[in-house]
């Protein structure tokens, strides 16, 4: 099984939502994936996606940087923190969410481990990148960076290139998307798009981190309950919940997901 890498080069950009979406896409195929992230952690010792799945998500954390090696006084001990990530991508079957903070690190251990080379060598599974952006100049501007630093500078040998615009800012419409057409030129490049979630239950899903697939699986009365709200708001915030749902699934699923 191949591996999903979800990534951005900023936060609040919805990889997280994409990342669980991803995930639970998966599950929907009963295909058994891993779910791993690579972000800070708060003192419960989880990442935000550790929230939603404190029982199923491999905390890798934020690592270190190669240069802290000498106050480390082991040279190459943050690159052997790293090589858990490389397991990873040489077994595949995860969902990687990868924090903004962290894809320059992983750059950078890629490189020194020669992982491209190594993963072709061994013939490992396929990797797809997932980047997501809101329909900001600097987020667009931030995605044709990351996929240049990841796939076009040979970080990683990605196989297929996936732009998910995340609507929930507004529409993409007069957006120069140029610069990450050229940059996934020839790399199996494509666009999806995730449309804003207007159900009521959103910010209530996100305030106490419920699984979107939690939520889907769960009656009115239970949501009701679960969040202290009148059944017609959870009655009306479960179908809208769904219809977005499913086109998030559907839209993942015309690039393979």
């Excluded at 899903?205 to 059944?231: C, M, Q, Y």
């Amino acid at each position: 099984m191949k591996t999903y890498i979800c990534a951005a080069y900023a936060g609040g950009q919805g990889k997280t939502t994409l990342a669980q979406m991803v995930f639970s896409a998966l599950r929907k195929r009963d295909l058994s994936y891993k779910l791993v992230a690579a972000d800070f952690t708060d003192g419960t010792g989880h990442s935000k996606i550790g929230k939603f799945f404190p029982s199923k998500v491999l905390e890798l954390g934020i690592g270190s940087a190669l240069g802290s090696s000498k106050s480390e006084n082991d040279a190459n001990a943050p690159l052997r923190y790293w090589d858990r990530f490389g397991g990873l991508l040489l077994t595949g079957g995860a969902v990687l969410d990868l924090g903004a903070n962290v894809v320059p690190q992983l750059v950078q251990w890629a490189h020194h481990r020669r992982v491209t080379h190594i993963m072709q060598q061994r013939n490992s599974p396929e990797i797809d990148l997932l980047v997501i952006t809101k329909p900001e100049t600097h987020s667009i501007e931030n995605v044709s960076t990351l996929i240049e630093d990841v796939v076009v500078g040979g970080a990683l040998p990605v196989g297929n290139i996936i732009v998910v615009k995340n609507e929930v800012g507004g529409s993409f419409d007069g957006q120069n998307l140029a610069r990450i057409e050229k940059a996934g030129g020839g790399r199996g490049l494509s666009f999806i798009t995730i449309p804003r979630c207007t159900s009521e239950l959103w910010p209530h899903l996100e305030r106490t981190f419920t699984p979107v697939e939690e939520a889907l699986a769960s009656t009115e009365n239970d949501l009701a309950e679960k969040f202290g709200i009148e059944i017609w708001s959870a009655y009306a915030g479960l179908m809208d919940l769904k219809t977005w749902s499913d086109e998030v699934y559907a839209q993942l699923g015309r690039v393979g997901v």
